[in-house]
C-alpha cells in the first residue's frame, strides 16, 4: 500500500521567524517554502544538491533591499541568500541551504533601448535571448552567445562573467557592462561605473553610500599598490579568470577605475545585482559559415590556428561523439544537408567557422579561407576531408542549434555512467589546445573512461565531460581525482580549470592559481563587501579569518541521494533519472513547444525538471519506509471507505504524495519533452506511472472518471446525438458539470453523425472475410482509414472529407470500425484499463495489417499513441502493425502521382496566384515528427498551393487539458502567448490546422473552427 511520506527537511528556526518577519512586512514578491519548490532550487546543471530553507521572488529591486535589510539585524545575522537566474550553472553556483533570491520571475524587464548610443538597460532576470529579441528591431544584439541562451538571465551571465562563441571578437560579458545596480550585504543599494582617478579624490561625488565609499576607495587603492602582482600572476588567456578581477578594474592606463569589474563573474558572493546597464553591438549585415570535415579530432583542433588567422568571428568544434548523438536526436533532421557525409570517409572531427560582418568584408576573408582550404585538401594536409559553405541565416542559426545541444546530448548517452559537468571548461593557450587535449585524453583514458568534447577552438576553450555513475561511491571518489588532475594539467599549460562557467564549488583552487598574497586580496574584498558571509558563503573565497570554505569538490552530489533508490526501481524509472538538470526545459519563448505548464505558470515545479526531482524524491522516500515501488504498482487499491477517508483527511494531514501530485497534475500531457529535451524526458510516461499508483490510496476526481469512459461511451451517446446535444449543450447543464465534474465547454457531439453521413456509402461495411477475398495485386487500391473519438464523434465532417479525398486520388476507403485507442485512459494513469484497451486494439490492428494495406488515421496525437504508448505498455505484443499519419500516406501516394500543372496565365497574360494557407501544428506531432512542416508543404505545392508554416508553442487544450476548470485560465493563457495573435493576422480561410483539440481551442477562443489540412486539398482536386 502507498504509505503516507513524511521528509525530514524542515524550516531551521531562525529562517521560519525570518520568512514570517518578511511575509508580515511590505515585502511585495512571492515567498515558497513548500518542500517541492525547494526540491526543484536544490540542483543546478551539475552534479550537486544543495536543498535550499525557501525561495523568495522579489518583484522588485526595493523587495531585495527589504530581505537583505531584515537580515542584516543581529537575530538574523546567520540567514545567508544566493541569488538565482536560470539555474544553469555546471559547478553549484547558486546553490545553496540559505534562501534561494530567484530574479527570473518578476525581474525580468528590458527597461529602456538607447540605440543611438548603443546600451541597453536590463533587470537580472531577463533571459539572453529574450533581450536579444527586444533588441533586433533596433539593429542590435548583445553579443556573448552562450549555449544556454534560452533560459541563462542576465544577472546569471554577469555573475559568471559568461561567454561563449566568437569571444575573440565580441568579448565576454564583462567587456558589455557599462554600469551595474546592486544591493550590497547590508541592504543598501550601490551604483558602479567607471569613473576618472581625479573622481576617486571625492568619493562621495561618485556615490552616497558610506559603504560603497569604502568599497571604491580600498580596492581602488589595493589594485594599484599590487598592480605589478596582479599582472605577473593572472593568466594571460582570453578567458582568464571569473570574478574579483583585480588586474581590470582599472584600465591599462591606471586613468579609469570601475568597480563592476569586481562584480562580475563574482557569483552572487560580492552583492545581489539588480539592473544592468550594457552595450550593445550592431547586427552584422551579413553571415557566412564554413563546416569544415576531419579525419579525427586532434586534426581539427591542430587546424584551428590556421582558421583564426583568416579572421573568423567563429571557430567551433565538436567531435565525433558529439556529432554521432546529434544524429540520433530530432535535431538533425534540419542539419543533415549542411554536414553531408564524406564517401568513404568517417567525419571525426568538425570545426564551424563563421564570419560575421560587411558583405565585401565576409567575402573576402571566406574566399581566402576557401583557398587555403583548397590547397590543404588538393595536398591531404591537416586530415582534411573537405568543406560546406552556407550564407543562408536560418541554417547558421541551426547549426548553432546543434551545437548549443550538444550539452544536452552529451547526457543522453547509454548506459549509468553519464558524462557529467564538473571539469569541462578548461582554458589555456589556443596554441597550446592540440597538447593539451592529447594529454587531456590520456588522463581520461587512463581511467577508462568515455566522454565527449566539444568547444571554442579560437579561445582555448574545450568542454570535456567525462562519463561517470554518481550512484556509484568509487566513481564519485574518482569525480575528486580528476578534477585535482585536471586543476594541474591547466596549470602546466599556462591556463584555468575555468574558463567560461565560472567556479562554484571549485573555488578551492584558487591558491594555487592566485598565489598566496595576491588570494588574500580575493579574501580582503570578500570582506569588504560581504563581512558576514551572507552573499553565496562557500564559494570562491572566505572573507580573512571566517574559517575553511564550506563549499568544495566533494560537496553533498545528487548522487548520494539517487543510490538510495534501489537500482531496479531506478530501471522502472528511467526518465526521472537521466533529468541531468540542464534545463532547456525553462526555455523561455511562448513560439517553443516547451514546456506550457512553466512557461504560463513561472514555477518550476511547473516544468520536467521539477516534476523529475520531485520524482526522485519520492522514490527515495518510499524506500525509505521500505516500500518497493514495483511492487506497488501490482498492488489493489484500497477499499472505497478507506480511500474516502484519506482524502478527507489530505488537507489536514502532510503527504509528500500530494506535493508530487500537484505539479504532476498541472502538465499538459503534450509531450514535447519527451523530444525536446536533450535526453528524452518523458514526464506523460511517469506521470500516468504515478497517478496510477496515487489513486490506490486517494479517490480519483469525477473528472477522471468521465475523461477515461469517453471512448466507451461516445459509441452509444453517438445513437441520439441531438438529445446528449440538447442535454449537455444548454446552460444549466454546463453549470451543473463545470461544479460536479470540473469539466467545461464540452464539445457537442456531430449531427449528423458519421454512420449517417456515410449511409449507404462503399467505404461502410467493414468485412474482414470480403476483404481478405480481395486478390493481393488489387488491395494496393484500398485505403483503411483507422478512426478515432474526437473526429470520428464530435468532427464527423474531417473523417467525411478524408474518405472523399481518398476517392478523389482514385483509390478505395474502407472505414474500420471504431476501436478505443486508450490515449484519454493513459492521460490520467489507468495504466491497467489502458494496457486492456492497447492490447485489444494492437490485436485487431495487427489482424487487419496481415492485409497488407494501408491504415491511415487522422488525429497526430492518436496516431501517435499507438507507436509510443502501446510500445512502452505492450512491448514484444505489441506486435508490428503501423498506422499512419495522412500527411505520410499522402507522400507515400503522390510519389506515383504526376505532379499538378502550374495555373495557366490570367486572360490579361498576368501570372495567376497560387492557392495560399498557413498550417499550424499539434504539439505532439511538431516535437514527435518534427519534419511533419516539410512534408505538408510538399503535399501542397504537389497540388499547385503554397502551405506556410509556422512555429508556436503550445495552444493550450492538449488533448482534455483545457476542458478541465481548474485549468481554464492557464489555458486561455496560453493560447494567448502565441497562436491568438498569430491566428488574428490571417484570413480564416487560410488557417490549417491538423490537431482535433486545437481545431477545438481555436474555436472556443477564437470563435471558428479552422480547417484540417484534407479539406483544404479537397479544394484543390
Not at 6 to 33: K, M, N, V
Not at 713 to 738: E, T
Not at 811 to 833: A, Q, S
Request: glycine share 8%; charged share 20%; with cysteine.
Amino acid at each position: 500500500m502507498l504509505p503516507k511520506l513524511s521528509h525530514q527537511q524542515t524550516l531551521e528556526p531562525i529562517y521560519l521567524s525570518f520568512l514570517t518577519r518578511l511575509e508580515e512586512g511590505t515585502f511585495s514578491g512571492d515567498i515558497d517554502t513548500r518542500y517541492s519548490a525547494r526540491l526543484a532550487q536544490a540542483t543546478d546543471n551539475s552534479v550537486y544538491q544543495f536543498l535550499p530553507q525557501a525561495v523568495i521572488y522579489p518583484k522588485t529591486a526595493e523587495d531585495v533591499q527589504i530581505a537583505l535589510q531584515l537580515a542584516y539585524q543581529d537575530e538574523f545575522s546567520k540567514v545567508v541568500f544566493s541569488a538565482r537566474g536560470g539555474g544553469t550553472g555546471t559547478n553549484g553556483q547558486s546553490l545553496t541551504h540559505g534562501i534561494i533570491v530567484d530574479m527570473s520571475r518578476y525581474m525580468n524587464h528590458v527597461l529602456e533601448v538607447n540605440a543611438a548610443e548603443g546600451w541597453v538597460k536590463v533587470q537580472a532576470g531577463v533571459v539572453k535571448d529574450a533581450l536579444n529579441d527586444a533588441l533586433r528591431p533596433h539593429g542590435f544584439f548583445f553579443s556573448p552567445d552562450l549555449s544556454t541562451s534560452n533560459r541563462a538571465t542576465l544577472g546569471g551571465m554577469i555573475n559568471t562573467d559568461a561567454s561563449g562563441a566568437g569571444s575573440l571578437v565580441y568579448g565576454k560579458t564583462s567587456d558589455h557592462v557599462l554600469g551595474l545596480t546592486s544591493i550590497l550585504f547590508d541592504g543598501s543599494e550601490l551604483q558602479t561605473q567607471p569613473v576618472s582617478e581625479s573622481q576617486l579624490n571625492d568619493v562621495t561625488s561618485i556615490t552616497d553610500n558610506v559603504l560603497g565609499q569604502q568599497l571604491i576607495t580600498t580596492i581602488a587603492q589595493m589594485c594599484k599598490g599590487n598592480r605589478e602582482q596582479i599582472e605577473q600572476r593572472f593568466p594571460k588567456l582570453n578567458r582568464f579568470l571569473t570574478g574579483y578581477d583585480l588586474k581590470n578594474v582599472w584600465d591599462d592606463t591606471l586613468e579609469n577605475f570601475d568597480l563592476s569589474r569586481i562584480l562580475t563573474g563574482s557569483e552572487g558572493t560580492l552583492a545581489v545585482i539588480t539592473e544592468a546597464k550594457l552595450n550593445i553591438t550592431p547586427l552584422p549585415t551579413c553571415r557566412m559559415m564554413v563546416n569544415i570535415k576531419y579525419d579525427s579530432f586532434v586534426s581539427a583542433l591542430r587546424h584551428a590556428p590556421d582558421l583564426v588567422k583568416t579572421n573568423a568571428t567563429v571557430v567551433e568544434t565538436v567531435d565525433s561523439k558529439v556529432l554521432n548523438l546529434a544524429k540520433q536526436d530530432i535535431i538533425w533532421h534540419s542539419v543533415s544537408s549542411l554536414i553531408t557525409d564524406v564517401p568513404g570517409k568517417e567525419i571525426d572531427g568538425l570545426n564551424m567557422v563563421e564570419f560575421a560582418g560587411e558583405q565585401a568584408d565576409v567575402e573576402a576573408r571566406l574566399a581566402k579561407l576557401e583557398a587555403m582550404l583548397t590547397a590543404q585538401i588538393a595536398n591531404s594536409e591537416a586530415g582534411l576531408l573537405g568543406y560546406q559553405v552556407t550564407s543562408d541565416r536560418s541554417s547558421i542559426d541551426t547549426i548553432y542549434a546543434m551545437r548549443k545541444k550538444a550539452v544536452g546530448l552529451l547526457g543522453a548517452a547509454k548506459g549509468t555512467r553519464k558524462p557529467l559537468a564538473f571539469a569541462e571548461d578548461t582554458a589555456v593557450p589556443p596554441e597550446k589546445l592540440a597538447d593539451f587535449i592529447v594529454e587531456f585524453r590520456a588522463l581520461l583514458d587512463s581511467h577508462q573512461l568515455q566522454y565527449g568534447m566539444f568547444g571554442h577552438v579560437d579561445a582555448g576553450v574545450l568542454h570535456v565531460r567525462p562519463a561517470l555513475d554518481m550512484c556509484d561511491v568509487e566513481d564519485e571518489k574518482l569525480l575528486r581525482t580528476i578534477s585535482d588532475q585536471v586543476a594541474s594539467l591547466t596549470l602546466k599549460y599556462g591556463g584555468l580549470m575555468w574558463g567560461e562557467h565560472g567556479k562554484g564549488v571549485r573555488g578551492e583552487y584558487g591558491p594555487a592559481v592566485f598565489g598566496e598574497h595576491l588570494y588574500g586580496l580575493l579574501e580582503e574584498v570578500k570582506g569588504l563587501f560581504d563581512p558576514q558571509n551572507k552573499l553565496n558563503p562557500g564559494k570562491l573565497v572566505a572573507p580573512k579569518n571566517s574559517g575553511p570554505m564550506i563549499y568544495n569538490v566533494d560537496s553533498v552530489k545528487r548522487g548520494s541521494f539517487d543510490r538510495q533508490i534501489p537500482i531496479q526501481t531506478r530501471n522502472a524509472f528511467p526518465d526521472v533519472m537521466n533529468c541531468n538538470g540542464n534545463g532547456l526545459c525553462f526555455n523561455y519563448s511562448a513560439y517553443s513547444p516547451m514546456c506550457p505548464s512553466f512557461k504560463v505558470t513561472g514555477d518550476r515545479v511547473q516544468s520536467p525538471k521539477g516534476r523529475a526531482g520531485l520524482m526522485r524524491e519520492w522514490l527515495r522516500l518510499l524506500e525509505a519506509e521500505g516500500i518497493d515501488v514495483n511492487e506497488l504498482t501490482r498492488s489493489k487499491p484500497l477499499g472505497w471507505l478507506q480511500r474516502a477517508q484519506n482524502s478527507l483527511k489530505s488537507d489536514k494531514e502532510y503527504d509528500y504524495s500530494h506535493e508530487v501530485m500537484e505539479s504532476l497534475k498541472g502538465c499538459l500531457a503534450c509531450k514535447a519533452c519527451s523530444s525536446q529535451c536533450p535526453v528524452k524526458v518523458d514526464v506523460p510516461k511517469f506521470r500516468a506511472q504515478f497517478f496510477d499508483i496515487y489513486y490506490k490510496r486517494y479517490l480519483r476526481p469525477a473528472k477522471d472518471y468521465l475523461v477515461a469512459g469517453i471512448e466507451d461511451s461516445l459509441p452509444l451517446m453517438a445513437n441520439a446525438p441531438r438529445l446528449v446535444n440538447a442535454v449537455s449543450q444548454n446552460s444549466l447543464s454546463k453549470w451543473v458539470i463545470k461544479k460536479s465534474l470540473g469539466y467545461v465547454d464540452a464539445p457537442a457531439l456531430s449531427v449528423p453523425t458519421l454512420k449517417q453521413r456515410l449511409e449507404g456509402h462503399a467505404s461502410r461495411g467493414y468485412d474482414l472475410a470480403a476483404l481478405q477475398q480481395i486478390p493481393v495485386s488489387q488491395r494496393s487500391e484500398y485505403v483503411l482509414v483507422v478512426q478515432d473519438p474526437f473526429n470520428s464523434f464530435y468532427e464527423a465532417g474531417t473523417v467525411l472529407h478524408f474518405i472523399q479525398l481518398i476517392e478523389k486520388l482514385g483509390l478505395k476507403p474502407v472505414l474500420l470500425p471504431f476501436k478505443p485507442n486508450g490515449k484519454p485512459i493513459h492521460i490520467k494513469g489507468f495504466l491497467d484499463k489502458f494496457a486492456r484497451t492497447a492490447k485489444s486494439t494492437a490485436d485487431f490492428l495487427n489482424e487487419v495489417a496481415q492485409l497488407h494495406m494501408p491504415m491511415v488515421g487522422i488525429d497526430p496525437a492518436l496516431v501517435l499513441c499507438y507507436r509510443d504508448e502501446y510500445a512502452e505498455v505492450l512491448g514484444g505484443a505489441r506486435g508490428d502493425f503501423h498506422v499512419q499519419l495522412a500527411n505520410e500516406w499522402l507522400l507515400d501516394v503522390l510519389k506515383a502521382e504526376p505532379k499538378q500543372k502550374e495555373s495557366e496565365p490570367a486572360s490579361d497574360g498576368s501570372e495567376r496566384s497560387k492557392p495560399e494557407f498557413t498550417w499550424f501544428s499539434h504539439c505532439t506531432e511538431s516535437t514527435t515528427k518534427p519534419n511533419t512542416a516539410n512534408e505538408w508543404k510538399g503535399i501542397f505545392e504537389h497540388f499547385g498551393a503554397k502551405l506556410n508554416t509556422v512555429n508556436l508553442g503550445c495552444c493550450g487544450m492538449a488533448g482534455t487539458y483545457g476542458h478541465e476548470a481548474e485549468n481554464f485560465e492557464r489555458s486561455k493563457a496560453l493560447y494567448g502567448m502565441s497562436w491568438e495573435q498569430t491566428l488574428s493576422k490571417l484570413p480564416q480561410s487560410q488557417v490549417l490546422v491538423s490537431g482535433y483539440s486545437c481545431r477545438s481551442q481555436v474555436k472556443r477562443f477564437s470563435g471558428y473552427k479552422p480547417k484540417h489540412p484534407i479539406e483544404a486539398l479537397l479544394t484543390l482536386l
